[in-house]
């Protein structure tokens, strides 16, 4: 068994990979932004409906690798139904854990923690970042 | 079916024979880069350790060795590209470089009036590395000059009676690739290149992918400018050759002003020099030059059409094996003359695919290979590219597809 299947794709990512939760358009997002890394040609669409710094909805669409849609689909997971404030923190935690300033076990990632494998393949890191890069830009993009 | 190449010696690549997450290296990305072979290394080392010194004829021993040094480089990748008379070759630092030469030497006013004027037309195509066609946009933005894209058919190949319907009174450029990097497809650039100089342009191609294995002879082409770099082609990073026909090269404003292409300076004026060196601004890449004339002869030495028959070979091979795995679609699968494949798969991302070949030692690239136009006109996104070369194997290829094989079953 290769250390990338054990490190990477672990049963809880490829099956967030095969099925993404929260995977679609939403009707009337109040927020929205796209991530795209043009090397690789990841790109995912982050949509939010936020009422009163609460994350009440939350939806993304697009196409990537396994790493990027499983992360992208943890993260809506986590995200939805809670605050603003939680979500920006979570996002701190999880990127922290990701570039290596912070051990998964001190992160109360969740779930989230099948990923901390990605901060042993450099090249890998954006993939796993790159759907909370596009929240982030979310949260500061209201829909006009 | 040949294992490697029988001309090779032990040692002659030795950073092939390293291990990877604990297997043999498969090196398959020389599409990106080439290894370069104990000769060449040792060519380039010779010159530093007996020769370095700047050109450009100084009074002194070492600088007349690193000169004549430097222009033996020269005529011997002159003959290696087939120049004749009639051409001149100017070294550059890689393929980028020496299309990025053409395009502002065409289009730049800096010096006077550029060859390109308001309403002339360049035509390039959907199949170019991004190389070959961002210069082209600025040289039209900078000239006012409109640019045209001859796009691939369905199976991403460029027609001539398509190129002949862009064709005009105003086209004066035209450039096309040998072979594209991101598929493997060898266009009829012969052809191609012979519509365009009939109706007057001046033909530009990039042959980066082709020196190693399908090499364009310029006495036998209508070929203005031709690019191609070192590092694909078993010599150094760093360098890279234009080489043309003397009146085309002519035309050109030089992109990089300086040292050693001038006649004369004044405060305010500047008279340049003859070519090649008025277009080899700067201290060159001299050591480059001499590694880049040795992987030449390294090629010869091997003999050009058995390291041929030995990529196209092992692409055939891989075409073969990956075609047959389920859910997956080669492109140009048809292509002839080519040591590139490029495959897509269903429920499975390049990058995931690489990742898990990386983890059994074997080396592909992933993405969009600087060709998105391309990848864009044949409706993929990012796809795995394997690239052989003459030190590649029949059983490398094996390792690729049950490397392949494998990670389908653990994605999918």
Request: aromatic share 4%; charged share 20%.
């Given at each position: 068994?290769?250390?990338?299947?054990?490190?990477?794709?672990?049963?809880?990512?490829?099956?967030?990979?095969?099925?993404?939760r929260r995977?679609?358009?939403?009707?009337?997002?109040?927020?929205?932004?796209?991530?795209?890394?043009?090397?690789?040609?990841?790109?995912?669409?982050?949509?939010l409906r936020i009422e009163d710094e609460q994350v009440r909805q939350i939806?993304?669409?697009?196409?990537?690798?396994?790493?990027?849609?499983?992360?992208?689909?943890m993260m809506a997971e986590a995200v939805e139904g809670g605050s603003v404030a939680a979500a920006r923190a979570l996002q701190e935690r999880f990127?922290?854990?990701?570039?290596?300033?912070?051990?998964?076990?001190?992160?109360a990632l969740g779930k989230l923690?099948?990923?901390?494998?990605?901060?042993?393949?450099?090249?890998?890191?954006?993939?796993?970042?790159?759907?909370?890069?596009?929240l982030?830009?979310?949260l500061?993009?209201?829909?006009? | 079916?040949?294992?490697?190449?029988?001309?090779?010696?032990?040692?002659?690549?030795?950073?092939?024979?390293?291990?990877?997450?604990?297997?043999?290296?498969?090196?398959?990305?020389?599409?990106?880069?080439?290894?370069?072979?104990?000769?060449?290394?040792?060519?380039?080392?010779?010159?530093?350790?007996?020769?370095?010194?700047?050109?450009?004829?100084?009074?002194?021993?070492?600088?007349?060795?690193?000169?004549?040094?430097?222009?033996?480089?020269?005529?011997?990748?002159?003959?290696?590209?087939?120049?004749?008379?009639?051409?001149?070759?100017?070294?550059?630092?890689?393929?980028?470089?020496?299309?990025?030469?053409?395009?502002?030497?065409?289009?730049?006013?800096?010096?006077?009036?550029?060859?390109?004027?308001?309403?002339?037309?360049?035509?390039?195509?959907?199949?170019?590395?991004?190389?070959?066609?961002?210069?082209?946009?600025?040289?039209?933005?900078?000239?006012?000059?409109?640019?045209?894209?001859?796009?691939?058919?369905?199976?991403?190949?460029?027609?001539?009676?398509?190129?002949?319907?862009?064709?005009?009174?105003?086209?004066?450029?035209?450039?096309?690739?040998?072979?594209?990097?991101?598929?493997?497809?060898?266009?009829?650039?012969?052809?191609?290149?012979?519509?365009?100089?009939?109706?007057?342009?001046?033909?530009?191609?990039?042959?980066?992918?082709?020196?190693?294995?399908?090499?364009?002879?310029?006495?036998?082409?209508?070929?203005?400018?031709?690019?191609?770099?070192?590092?694909?082609?078993?010599?150094?990073?760093?360098?890279?050759?234009?080489?043309?026909?003397?009146?085309?090269?002519?035309?050109?404003?030089?992109?990089?002003?300086?040292?050693?292409?001038?006649?004369?300076?004044?405060?305010?004026?500047?008279?340049?020099?003859?070519?090649?060196?008025?277009?080899?601004?700067?201290?060159?890449?001299?050591?480059?030059?001499?590694?880049?004339?040795?992987?030449?002869?390294?090629?010869?030495?091997?003999?050009?059409?058995?390291?041929?028959?030995?990529?196209?070979?092992?692409?055939?091979?891989?075409?073969?094996?990956?075609?047959?795995?389920?859910?997956?679609?080669?492109?140009?699968?048809?292509?002839?003359?080519?040591?590139?494949?490029?495959?897509?798969?269903?429920?499975?991302?390049?990058?995931?695919?690489?990742?898990?070949?990386?983890?059994?030692?074997?080396?592909?690239?992933?993405?969009?290979?600087?060709?998105?136009?391309?990848?864009?006109?044949?409706?993929?996104?990012?796809?795995?590219?394997?690239?052989?070369?003459?030190?590649?194997?029949?059983?490398?290829?094996?390792?690729?597809?049950?490397?392949?094989?494998?990670?389908?079953?653990?994605?999918?």
């Amino acid at each position: 068994m290769s250390l990338a299947t054990d490190d990477l794709y672990q049963d809880l990512v490829l099956e967030h990979k095969r099925a993404p939760r929260r995977y679609g358009a939403l009707a009337a997002p109040t927020h929205e932004a796209q991530g795209r890394n043009p090397a690789c040609g990841d790109e995912v669409k982050v949509q939010l409906r936020i009422e009163d710094e609460q994350v009440r909805q939350i939806g993304f669409t697009g196409q990537g690798c396994a790493i990027c849609i499983a992360s992208t689909s943890m993260m809506a997971e986590a995200v939805e139904g809670g605050s603003v404030a939680a979500a920006r923190a979570l996002q701190e935690r999880f990127r922290a854990v990701l570039t290596g300033q912070l051990e998964p076990g001190e992160a109360a990632l969740g779930k989230l923690e099948s990923l901390a494998g990605v901060r042993g393949y450099p090249s890998r890191i954006k993939c796993g970042l790159l759907g909370w890069h596009a929240l982030m830009h979310a949260l500061q993009e209201p829909v006009r | 079916m040949g294992d490697r190449l029988a001309t090779l010696e032990a040692g002659c690549f030795e950073g092939l024979a390293q291990r990877v997450h604990g297997a043999p290296l498969a090196y398959l990305d020389n599409a990106a880069i080439t290894h370069m072979p104990l000769a060449v290394r040792q060519a380039m080392d010779a010159f530093e350790q007996r020769d370095r010194a700047n050109i450009h004829r100084g009074v002194h021993a070492l600088s007349q060795r690193a000169t004549d040094a430097f222009e033996a480089a020269r005529a011997a990748l002159k003959g290696f590209a087939g120049a004749g008379p009639a051409h001149e070759l100017v070294f550059t630092s890689g393929t980028t470089d020496a299309l990025n030469q053409v395009a502002f030497g065409l289009s730049d006013s800096g010096a006077g009036t550029p060859v390109l004027r308001p309403g002339d037309e360049i035509v390039t195509t959907a199949l170019e590395h991004h190389a070959n066609l961002l210069p082209w946009q600025l040289a039209a933005r900078r000239s006012g000059a409109r640019l045209l894209v001859l796009r691939p058919d369905a199976q991403g190949r460029l027609q001539a009676d398509g190129l002949a319907r862009l064709l005009g009174p105003r086209t004066r450029v035209f450039a096309v690739t040998a072979c594209s990097n991101a598929t493997g497809e060898r266009p009829p650039y012969e052809k191609l290149l012979a519509l365009a100089a009939e109706a007057g342009a001046f033909t530009v191609l990039d042959a980066a992918q082709a020196m190693a294995h399908d090499v364009p002879v310029l006495g036998k082409l209508d070929c203005d400018f031709l690019a191609f770099s070192g590092h694909k082609m078993y010599g150094p990073m760093g360098i890279g050759v234009l080489a043309g026909r003397r009146d085309a090269l002519e035309r050109l404003a030089p992109l990089r002003v300086g040292g050693g292409m001038v006649e004369w300076v004044s405060e305010d004026d500047a008279g340049w020099s003859d070519l090649p060196a008025r277009l080899e601004g700067g201290t060159p890449n001299v050591a480059g030059a001499i590694g880049l004339a040795a992987a030449a002869a390294f090629i010869d030495a091997a003999g050009r059409d058995r390291v041929a028959a030995h990529v196209e070979a092992l692409r055939a091979h891989a075409v073969q094996r990956l075609a047959a795995l389920p859910g997956v679609t080669v492109l140009s699968p048809q292509a002839s003359g080519s040591a590139i494949v490029s495959f897509v798969a269903d429920g499975a991302h390049p990058h995931d695919i690489g990742t898990l070949l990386d983890e059994r030692g074997i080396a592909v690239r992933t993405g969009h290979h600087c060709a998105q136009p391309l990848l864009a006109c044949l409706g993929v996104g990012p796809t795995t590219r394997a690239s052989f070369a003459l030190y590649n194997t029949h059983d490398e290829v094996e390792r690729l597809a049950d490397g392949v094989a494998h990670a389908l079953e653990a994605l999918r």
